[in-house]
């Protein structure tokens, strides 16, 4: 049995269809990326997911519950963080819980007795009592993330977890991410840092214009849709080496004022460089494989 | 009865601002009250058999009712909703649009019968009002509270931005309030406002507590009643599709 499972969701606001046929299977403990560009209908997956706006079409399934009937007994079981924080700002961190707490109708008692563990997650020990207003974002993000658990759920979203945060921030909450992982709970989260979907996902599906493109591991869609090696130049002359490497190279782009190489060997290529030119040589990463499959056009 | 979750959250942010928010919902009308009735009643001995400062208790309990009921459910609502996005996080939970509208409405109303509660004691305290019959006011403040928030919502769930509540405020409870019987009887008003006042809700939650001021029994009193109730239902009918509107797209 799937833990979330969605057959060829439409929806359409307007004349301009958002989501235009998705199919998707979460198992059970599984960690799910779901990529793409701004306006790829990421967002509106999951809100459909969670039964907060009706599909045109197409039938969905959240732990086990139909969606939309019975979404209120499949939220019941799902945790979700929200792309922008939403705490409330009137309240303390442990006052943001159990009234979280009490939506899920888990009374007073029952969460204070699992605030400290909460708060431990969230790297929040002691700050129970602080304002909302006195937590750094990365603190803000990491509450919305224990607070999405207060009812122990079995699956948890995550809508960009970890957008606008520093490096530092963001480690912590890949760290505790994994650490639901091995706790057993299903993630799906969206997000545009391929990084993040490279090291936290088993498996993900790169969407663009409101349908799936391609779904994979990490490894198995880089070595599927891209060449092992990447050199990337850049530098006065790129234009007449560009006509060399062309010979050199399976297949030679130019972006801007940046020429990239890909293929299974780009040694030959290496000595062919000199002069003013400046490189950059690494293996593919998930990013060539996004920028290959959804192009490299601004997506305002 | 899962919207009990939303009153308690608003409860305990009121609990903490607890003495500004009387503050700004009592100074006002009871300054009016002593002001307007000491002052005036100088000149008016005595309307319908009532001292006038009594006679506009009666307006003045009905109008901070409306006034606090419509402020918490259009400008507090809004806030929740619009700026802090509460009620996003609370539709994460197994928590519906309807729950959030069911909690919104019946803790405005709570928050106004508190308004209209302290201005009828205040009323009793200062020798205005002394019938066990005022006790009865209490409920129909509530109900006044009710029919208000009601409609105060959907203007909150129409609304996309804060401009949009003067329109309400300005073409809808300042008229109302000048000829629903606040101030002087609504009876001297012209044939065809007189009319207008009594398809109102103020209108009627005047009538229903000016006479338990004064000790008795109001006439007429199930059909205020039913008129309140009516605002009370059909704008919760109509706040609960609005806001199931606005929160589908």
């Given amino acids: 049995m799937s833990a979330l499972r969605a057959r060829g969701l439409r929806k359409s606001y307007g004349a301009l269809e958002v989501v235009s046929g998705v199919d998707l299977a979460v198992a059970p403990g599984e960690c799910f990326g779901l990529l793409g560009p701004n306006g790829a209908g990421k967002t509106t997956t999951l809100k459909l997911c969670l039964g907060l706006i009706e599909a045109d079409s197409g039938d969905i399934e959240l732990l086990g519950e139909p969606v939309p009937k019975r979404a209120r007994k499949a939220r019941a079981r799902a945790g979700v963080v929200p792309q922008f924080d939403n705490l409330d700002p009137d309240f303390t961190v442990e006052e943001n819980l159990v009234v979280y707490a009490r939506y899920f109708g888990i009374d007073s008692t029952d969460i204070s007795a699992r605030i400290p563990a909460l708060l431990d997650f969230a790297g929040l020990a002691g700050r129970g009592d602080a304002k909302i207003m006195a937590l750094s974002g990365g603190m803000k993000r990491r509450l919305t993330l224990a607070r999405a658990l207060v009812n122990d759920p079995q699956l948890v979203f995550m809508d960009e977890p970890t957008s606008g945060l520093d490096p530092q921030a963001r480690h912590l909450i890949w760290e505790r991410l994994r650490r639901l992982t091995q706790e057993g709970k299903t993630l799906v989260l969206t997000t545009h840092f391929m990084e993040e979907a490279e090291r936290l996902c088993h498996r993900l599906a790169i969407m663009d214009r409101g349908r799936i493109i391609a779904e994979g591991s990490p490894r198995a869609l880089i070595a599927e849709h891209i060449e092992p090696q990447v050199l990337e130049v850049h530098g006065p002359g790129y234009e007449a080496w560009m006509e060399r490497a062309k010979g050199l190279a399976p297949r030679v782009e130019r972006v801007g004022d940046t020429v990239y190489c890909y293929g299974e060997d780009v040694e030959p290529l290496l000595k062919t460089l000199s002069g003013y030119l400046s490189y950059l040589h690494r293996p593919a990463s998930l990013e060539d494989v996004f920028l290959k499959l959804t192009g490299r056009d601004l997506r305002d | ?249």
């Fill in chain 2, 1 to 249: 009865m899962r919207w009990i979750a939303i009153w308690r959250r608003n409860m305990l942010v009121w609990r903490k601002l607890a003495a500004a928010a009387m503050l700004s919902n009592l100074a006002d009308p009871l300054i009016m009250l002593f002001g307007l009735g000491y002052g005036l009643g100088v000149l008016l001995p005595s309307v319908q058999g009532m001292s006038y400062i009594a006679f506009f208790a009666a307006g003045q309990l009905c109008t901070a009712t409306m006034f606090t009921a419509s402020f918490e459910s259009m400008f507090s609502s809004f806030a929740r909703m619009h700026g802090q996005k509460t009620w996003d996080a609370i539709l994460h939970a197994p928590l519906t649009i309807d729950d959030i509208v069911a909690g919104e409405i019946v803790w405005a109303a709570s928050k106004a019968w508190l308004t209209g509660s302290t201005i009828l004691g205040v009323a009793v305290v200062f020798g205005l009002a002394s019938s066990p019959w005022v006790l009865l006011a209490l409920p129909a403040a509530f109900l006044v509270g009710l029919a208000f928030a009601s409609v105060g919502l959907i203007m909150c769930v129409l609304a996309r931005g804060w401009d949009f509540f003067s329109y309400y405020m300005t073409l809808v409870m300042t008229p109302m309030m000048m000829i629903s019987g606040v101030f002087f009887p609504a009876e001297q008003l012209p044939a065809p406002l007189l009319a207008v006042a009594r398809a109102l809700p103020l209108y009627h939650g005047v009538q229903i507590v000016r006479p338990l001021i004064a000790g008795g029994p109001p006439s007429g009193l199930w059909l205020h009643i039913a008129v309140l109730l009516a605002y009370a239902a059909a704008g919760y009918a109509g706040a609960i599709y609005c806001a199931r509107r606005r929160f589908s797209s």
